[in-house]
């Protein structure tokens, strides 16, 4: 219902003073980052510009179609939903690009993973695009592939053309928890990848039979509507997910798998379904069926090997939801039959979006373990020398498995090579793993100098 159409508590000038209060206060903000702007992130920057932009322009629009209609009788209605539609765009402004802002501080995140995040991400897309990295306090990452749903809102993306900004957010508890990167790098990036090229969205949810109307050919029964909308969100919810892992897994390898498994000790149960996603163990076997090539690799073999035997169950069991299993005509039972089958599909159908140079198979193990030796002798592997071109940048998914290796094969050998030197109230494989982090952190950096100068 339009405000037109609804008496009215405020008039539409006491509701435009309210808004240019707060646009008032917006722009004293962004003033504040202006003047701080060297403490954010290099996408923290480009947002704030962006932020700009939306502001300016939303201010400008308002007042021209305000001038516009207070020529005009019985304009009232028109004015009450013109400041409804300001109201909306700086509600967005303020969680969505301030809040973002007051994330993106160089000085709380690392910066070398937003440079690796943006690299990945064009490497991915085909395209490029801005990175903007933030954290959190809750034990999160995530990603908002349509940040710019602001575009929707008339005339607004006259302003905005050509930026196109992903803020990813991860958490400020593991924000320099390398072994967590993969997660940003490979789940979240699918994320994007599925929003840009609309592969869930295209996944259709079939009826079941038992919810058919036999008085249509493509109805519900009328008592079975609400489950069907169930179990559809449920599908739409699940493939989403399962895109981004399968995804994950084409582009970062065994790291996407190993880094998932590790969020998932340290805080989820694993045979347990959610309303918005499948459980833990189903997403490990999906992962380890796009990761089969590399179980032939002696040094990966042993640690896939749990992934793979547990497979079977994990994609055959009953759906369990808070610990109660689901009935087999349950809709998320139905949900979870419907998104197993089309799993073959959508693993095609990435693979024919992901450029060839996304893919990271198992031939290119020999680089990982070359960059694992150096690790291990404590030294960055950010760089390698081309006979061709002299020294360049090594990538993401070799330095994520390169350190996924040093912990699974060989961490004793470089807890040793440390030494002595362990502080009061740390342990020894608490600071071997905060030695072995800035080492993977300045290969970050090392590999995006190398990237800057090609």
């Known amino acids: 219902m339009s405000t037109a159409s609804q008496p009215a508590m405020q008039s539409e000038e006491q509701r435009r003073e309210a808004l240019e209060s707060r646009l008032e206060q917006i722009k004293l903000t962004l003033r504040a980052y202006s003047d701080r702007r060297e403490r954010l992130t290099p996408g923290g920057r480009d947002l704030l510009e962006y932020t700009h932009k939306v502001l300016l322009h939303l201010e400008e629009s308002f007042n021209h179609k305000w001038n516009r209609l207070s020529s005009l009788k019985s304009s ?4 009450h939903d013109l400041c409804d539609q300001l109201t909306l765009g700086l509600k967005h402004l303020t969680y969505a690009g301030l809040r973002t802002l007051d994330g993106a501080r160089s000085a709380r995140i690392p910066v070398e993973l937003e440079t690796l995040i943006q690299h990945q991400l064009k490497l991915v897309l085909g395209e490029d695009a801005i990175a903007v990295l933030h954290i959190n306090n809750s034990y999160e990452y995530s990603v908002d592939p349509k940040f710019q749903a602001l575009e929707d809102l008339e005339d607004h993306h ?4 050509g930026h196109r900004l992903i803020p990813f957010q991860i958490p400020s508890l593991t924000r320099e928890t390398t072994a967590m990167h993969a997660l940003s790098l490979g789940h979240e990036i699918g994320h994007v990848f599925d929003a840009t090229h609309a592969l869930s969205a295209h996944v259709h949810a079939p009826i079941p039979e038992r919810w058919k109307d036999p008085k249509s050919s493509d109805g519900v029964l009328p008592e079975d ?10 599908v739409s919810d699940w493939t989403r997910e399962v ?5 994950a897994a084409k582009t970062l390898g065994p790291a996407a ?7 998932v000790n340290s805080a989820a149960a694993w045979p347990e379904d959610s309303r918005t996603h499948p459980g833990p163990d189903r997403r490990c076997a999906i992962m380890i069926e796009a990761l089969l090539k590399f179980a032939d690799i002696e040094s990966l073999g042993p640690h896939l090997e749990p992934f793979m035997i547990g497979s079977p169950a994990a994609l055959g069991r009953r759906v369990v939801v808070s610990s109660y299993e689901e009935r087999e005509d349950s ?11 089309q799993i073959p599909y959508l693993s095609g159908a990435i693979d024919g979006y992901l450029p060839p140079g996304a893919v990271f198979g198992a031939h290119r193990w020999k680089e990982v373990e070359k960059a ?5 002798s404590g030294i960055p592997c950010g760089e390698t020398s081309d006979l061709d071109r002299g020294m360049v940048a090594v990538d993401a998914p070799v330095i994520l498995n390169a350190g996924w290796l040093v912990r699974l094969r060989s961490f004793d050998s470089f807890t040793g090579m440390l030494g002595a030197g362990v502080e009061e109230g740390e342990s020894k494989r608490g600071r071997a793993l905060g030695v072995l982090d800035g080492l993977i952190l ?4 090392i590999s995006a100098y190398r990237r800057g100068q090609a």
Not at 227 to 234: L, P, S, V
Not at 331 to 341: E, K
Not at 442 to 445: D, G, P, R, V, W
């Open 76 to 79: 009232s209605g028109a004015r």
């Open 158 to 161: 006259e302003a905005v053309r």
């Open 225 to 234: 509507v609400r489950r069907f909308q169930e179990y559809r969100q449920t």
């Open 243 to 247: 895109v981004s892992d399968l995804v």
């Open 257 to 263: 798998l190993f880094a998932f498994a590790s969020l």
């Open 331 to 341: 809709p998320m039972s139905l949900a979870w039959g419907s998104v197993r089958d």
């Open 372 to 376: 694992a030796l150096l690790l291990t």
């Open 442 to 445: 300045k290969s970050y950096e």
